[in-house]
């Protein structure tokens, strides 16, 4: 089974599969969070959506770093909508580390580790295969990002 073929909510609770929320596109993957410091990197998902043509961000809200992502499902989408513009698909608030893990961040973490942070990013090809994965410092825009982006659309 791809791991595009996991089940997952999208925030508003409908269900999906990873698949769904990608469009078929290759794809950044990143758990995110309202009251972290690097919330702001939300303006720089929102960038890559809305400037990559055949790729798409897919935001994981998760409360395990710090309790920065208390809100409701209906709180999250209103503060990205408002305050970022965010148009990229989200999911329900999961666990990216531990023993309730969401079955996409097991596979995504198998052969690094753990997630570290908020932020932590995956670039995926249209397959579901890992590019590349980023620290949660690295931003969203950098270079080495961009240019994972760039392979993983080349490749699909």
Request: hydrophobic letters at 35%; glycine letters at 10%; charged letters at 20%.
């Amino acid at each position: 089974m791809s791991i595009l073929d996991a089940e997952i909510a999208r925030l508003d609770g409908t269900p999906a599969t990873l698949r769904d929320l990608t469009g078929g596109k290759p794809a950044l993957l990143v758990n995110v969070a309202s009251k972290c410091g690097m919330t702001p990197q939300y303006e720089q998902l929102e960038a890559l959506q809305r400037d990559t043509e055949g790729f798409t961000v897919v935001g994981f809200p998760c409360n395990q770093f710090g309790g920065q992502e208390p809100g409701t499902a209906t709180e999250i989408a209103e503060f990205c909508s408002a305050t970022y513009g965010v148009s990229f698909p989200m999911s329900e608030k999961i666990e990216v580390n531990g023993q309730g893990r969401h079955p996409i961040y097991t596979e995504l973490t198998a052969d690094a580790g753990d997630i570290t942070w908020n932020f932590e990013k995956f670039v995926v090809r249209a397959d579901g295969t890992i590019v590349e994965r980023f620290g949660p410092s690295t931003r969203p825009d950098d270079t080495v990002v961009t240019e994972a982006i760039a392979t993983a659309i080349r490749d699909s």
